[in-house]
């Protein structure tokens, strides 16, 4: 069993690492002990997100359903044949990650299928359930042993998954539009879609990422470098967008070089350590 759950996360890496290389960064900066719980969380989310975003040729909606039920069969049972979910059953039982956690991710790549736009109340649902439940996923790994110092920091970790959530909405906002007819930000007409509306986005994100550093400041530092890399890549990809005119969002698709990104490496961990001994 060690060898084959070896071989679960050994593909959970490999796929993490085809997907976003901006991540695999950032997890391989996180301490030893956190990497595989990690790679293995990325990969089922992975998996999931394809499922709603690539495979429109296929019965998508049965797929997901399939996936969702193989997800607790295999954290109940604590095996799976699909190693990327039994690399994810590893990590769920190790780590006791709480399956409401799981069935909320899983609810809103549902809502993938079915919305194409969103009220205010179904969009605040859909940004946790996509993104602010995988950050308490993680966190949930890096403190299994603490729950006091879980709960502290899980406003700082659901805010900081909320602006990388909402910053995907702005630089995918084209593709979301044209290739999978969404969108997501709520009260927004896309005929007067300018640069005031952008800005309100925008405030509301930067209001976000300053809630999530405070989080970032207290975590250990065997799991502090590695958030705070992929907090520091997310605010440039933020920047550039500021940057930027509200109609160029529906012509290019912002990024960091990767150029940007290893100076963002090496920038980042200086500033780290500044950030430890700043308190």
Known sequence: ??????????????????????????????GKKYRDAIYAIYGFVRIADEIVDTFHEHDQIQMLENFRTETFKAIDERIHTNPILHAFQWAVNTYNIDRELIASFLYSMEMDLYQQTFTEEEYHKYIYGSAEVVGLMCLRVFYAQEPLVFESLKPSARKLGEAFQKINFLRDINSDIRERGRLYFPNVDLAEFNNQTKLEIENDIQYDFDEAFKGIKLLKPEARLGVYISYIYYLSLFRKIKQANAQSLFIKRHRVSDAGKMYLLIRGYFENYWIKNAG
């Not at 069993?1 to 996180?30: E, P, V, W």
């Open 1 to 30: 069993m060690d060898l084959y759950t070896r071989n679960a996360i050994a593909t959970s890496i490999i796929t993490t690492k085809n997907y976003s290389t901006s991540f695999s960064i950032g997890i391989r900066l996180l």
